[in-house]
């Protein structure tokens, strides 16, 4: 059984913009909570933290 998780900063389950991660095999796996049998993204744990930097930069051109 895999544990997900959301974030805090979520709106609960109504929130229709989030993501769920799950450590696994010293990876960090994320999923669309709206799509919980969709495609999973893997990252490495190091890989995992350069994305949050950079998300929290505002640095993905998004």
């Known amino acids: 059984m ?3 998780r ?3 900063h ?3 389950d109504s929130d229709p913009a989030c993501v769920e ?3 696994l095999a010293g990876q ?3 999923r669309d ?3 919980p049998e969709g495609g999973r ?3 490495g744990r190091a890989s995992f933290a350069g994305l ?3 998300v929290k930069r505002g640095d993905l051109g998004l």
């Open 2 to 4: 895999i544990n997900w």
């Open 6 to 8: 959301k974030s805090s």
């Open 10 to 12: 979520s709106g609960g």
């Open 21 to 23: 991660l799950a450590r």
């Open 28 to 30: 960090v796996w994320v």
């Open 33 to 35: 909570s709206k799509d």
């Open 41 to 43: 993204l893997q990252f």
């Open 52 to 54: 949050l930097v950079r």
